[in-house]
């Protein structure tokens, strides 16, 4: 209960957690019929608070957080799985390219975008991956791909534990060409096959 409580507590005063229930509030609105002013006017409410900006046909699944909300911008149609983290000034929406039909991004769960990225067009960004810092995302990361960069290239792996994956001095496949990966904290051992991450095995 007490535990409940202080959650509670420091909940109402983190602006992440405001900018997420006005996101609640505003999709419970828009299934009701008459209530359009007042979604409207919490959307307003939302982005004078935070300057923030999140499209009401937006979806965000549970448990994600922004650990500093300013700057955000996630557009009209983004998908965003459970548990993502958004840092401050990332931009999710379509390419814009004229002519051109609009796509949108797909998060999935568990994924990292870091400060200032910008990511836009009909792209997945695959589960417990992570986006460094100031990337322009313009195509698929695989699941637990670590990208960065201008455009943003595949340069790593990072673990289900959130570690990044090192080189595997033990080879772990007979296939010659078989790019061997280690975590350095839980020890989970993979493979790289193309661009997918397999685990080969929990730890040795
Ligand atoms: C991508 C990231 C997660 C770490 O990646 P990493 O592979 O461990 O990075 P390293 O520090 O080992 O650097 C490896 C190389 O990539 C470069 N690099 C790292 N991050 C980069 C980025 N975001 N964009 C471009 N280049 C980057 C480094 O300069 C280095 O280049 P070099 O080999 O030529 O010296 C990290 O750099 C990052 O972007 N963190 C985000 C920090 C942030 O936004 N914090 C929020 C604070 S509020
Ligand atoms: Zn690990």
């Known amino acids: 209960m007490r535990q409940w409580l202080a959650r509670t507590w420091s909940n109402l005063f983190s602006v992440s957690w405001q900018v997420l229930c ?12 008459g209530f359009k002013f007042l979604m409207v006017a919490l959307a ?14 937006a979806k965000i699944g549970k448990d994600c957080h ?7 911008v996630i ?13 401050q000034h990332v931009t999710l929406g379509s390419h ?34 992570v986006i460094g810092a100031s990337s322009l995302v313009l195509s698929d990361v695989p699941a637990h791909g670590l ?9 790593g792996f990072i673990c289900t534990c959130g ?19 280690v975590c350095g904290k839980c020890g989970a051992r993979y493979t790289v096959s193309g661009k997918a991450l ?3 095995s929990k730890n040795t």
Request: aromatic share 12%.
């Open 163 to 181: 570690e990044k994956l090192a080189k595997d001095s033990v080879p772990q496949s007979e296939a010659h060409d078989a790019v061997c990966l």
């Open 198 to 200: 397999e685990r080969f």
């Open 147 to 155: 990208v960065y960069g201008n455009p943003a290239r595949l340069r």
């Open 66 to 72: 922004f650990p500093h909300p300013v700057g955000i």
């Open 44 to 57: 307003y409410f939302q982005q004078v608070l935070s300057g923030c900006h999140i499209h009401y046909t």
């Open 96 to 129: 814009g390219r004229y002519g051109e039909e609009a796509g949108y991004p797909i998060v999935e769960d568990d994924v990292t975008i870091y400060t200032n990225s910008i990511i836009i067009g009909a792209l997945t960004i695959g589960k417990g991956a």
């Open 22 to 33: 006005l996101y609640r509030l505003i999709q419970f609105f828009r299934r009701k019929r």
């Open 75 to 87: 557009g009209s149609y983004v998908q965003i799985g459970d548990h993502v983290k958004i840092f």
